[in-house]
């Protein structure tokens, strides 16, 4: 008997995940944040770093109407 195929499963639009980062990086990431206008969140300013390293390294850029 054949195993009945499945459709892949669309990605969700967000993703969680879990990342470790060192307790001086999350200091400077916090340091940073209270350097700018307004209050942004850690996933915020982690989200937009990421971003900007992907621009940077002329990865594709994400869609003008995915959230940060």
Same mark, same amino acid.
């Given at each position: 008997? &054949?195993?009945?195929?499945? +459709?892949?499963?669309?990605?969700?639009?967000?993703? $969680?995940?879990?990342?470790?980062?060192? #307790?001086?990086?999350?200091?400077?990431?916090?340091?940073?944040?209270?350097? $700018?206008?307004?209050?942004? #969140?850690?996933? =915020?300013?982690? =989200?937009?770093?990421?971003? +900007?390293?992907?621009? $940077? #390294?002329?990865?594709? /850029?994400? #869609? &003008?109407? +995915? /959230?940060?």
């Amino acid at each position: 008997m &054949k195993a009945a195929r499945r +459709e892949p499963r669309p990605r969700p639009a967000l993703e $969680r995940l879990n990342l470790r980062l060192p #307790s001086d990086m999350l200091d400077a990431i916090d340091a940073a944040r209270a350097c $700018r206008a307004g209050n942004v #969140s850690r996933n =915020t300013w982690i =989200t937009e770093a990421v971003q +900007e390293k992907l621009s $940077r #390294s002329g990865a594709p /850029e994400r #869609s &003008k109407g +995915e /959230e940060v």
